[in-house]
């Protein structure tokens, strides 16, 4: 089975183009799905989390407040690796179960997506890597409609993230993302017939 890491900044259409792969018949698989499933209540990531960052960051009803947890981490790089070393392992244990059952079934071809694939240092799990790109200034629009918060608020989410270029040299495929919904279309299905993974007309 072909694995295809496919990956990005905050914000550059990640899960755009995965919607677009799954409406082809690709499964997708995706690292930040397998991140609320690693921290379900009741679960010993949830309970390291509390542990370190304390109780507010969980709801009344035992869930994580992602928010109130993003607040932190997204402001202070310590506490972020404190987070990743909790929930990478968690997450990776996850996904080679669902990888593995993706080729028992026969699939062909299957997409990991994670936002932090190559700063995770979770390559290994892929064959090759696919890369979202957008430009800073898009990202920063993006994140700021989006999530409805500052400037400022924007910058230091993008800032914890590996920089848009050179996350791009990592890409054995860039797939453009600055333009519109009907062009990243065009692009992707392109991709797709290219490398094989579709059928052509």
């Given at each position: 089975m072909r694995i295809i890491g496919l990956t990005g900044g905050i914000a550059s259409g990640k899960s755009a183009v995965a919607e677009l792969m799954t409406a082809a018949g690709i499964p997708v698989i995706d690292a930040d799905q397998l991140s609320r499933e690693a921290v379900l209540p009741g679960s010993?990531?949830?309970?390291?989390?509390?542990e370190t960052f304390g109780n507010s960051v969980?709801?009344?009803?035992?869930?994580?407040?992602?928010?109130?947890?993003?607040?932190?981490?997204?402001?202070?790089?310590?506490?972020?690796?404190?987070?990743?070393?909790?929930?990478?392992?968690?997450?990776?244990?996850?996904?080679?179960?669902?990888?593995?059952?993706?080729?028992?079934?026969?699939a062909p071809a299957a997409i990991y997506m994670a936002a932090l694939l190559i700063e995770a240092g979770a390559t290994d799990r892929v064959d090759e890597i696919w890369v979202v790109y957008t430009d800073p200034e898009t990202q920063l629009g993006r994140i700021q409609k989006r999530d409805g918060v500052s400037r400022e608020n924007a910058l230091?989410?993008?800032?914890?993230?590996?920089?848009?270029?050179?996350?791009a040299a990592?890409?054995?495929?860039?797939?453009?993302?600055?333009?519109?919904?009907?062009?990243?279309?065009?692009?992707?299905?392109?991709v797709l017939i290219k490398e094989k993974i579709v059928p052509g007309n």
């Amino acid at each position: 089975m072909r694995i295809i890491g496919l990956t990005g900044g905050i914000a550059s259409g990640k899960s755009a183009v995965a919607e677009l792969m799954t409406a082809a018949g690709i499964p997708v698989i995706d690292a930040d799905q397998l991140s609320r499933e690693a921290v379900l209540p009741g679960s010993t990531p949830l309970a390291f989390i509390a542990e370190t960052f304390g109780n507010s960051v969980i709801d009344t009803d035992g869930r994580l407040n992602r928010e109130a947890l993003a607040r932190i981490v997204f402001s202070d790089e310590p506490s972020r690796k404190r987070l990743e070393a909790i929930l990478h392992p968690a997450i990776k244990s996850l996904a080679e179960q669902k990888l593995a059952d993706l080729q028992r079934s026969g699939a062909p071809a299957a997409i990991y997506m994670a936002a932090l694939l190559i700063e995770a240092g979770a390559t290994d799990r892929v064959d090759e890597i696919w890369v979202v790109y957008t430009d800073p200034e898009t990202q920063l629009g993006r994140i700021q409609k989006r999530d409805g918060v500052s400037r400022e608020n924007a910058l230091k989410r993008v800032a914890a993230q590996m920089p848009m270029d050179e996350k791009a040299a990592c890409g054995r495929i860039v797939i453009d993302n600055c333009g519109t919904l009907d062009e990243l279309k065009e692009k992707v299905a392109a991709v797709l017939i290219k490398e094989k993974i579709v059928p052509g007309n």
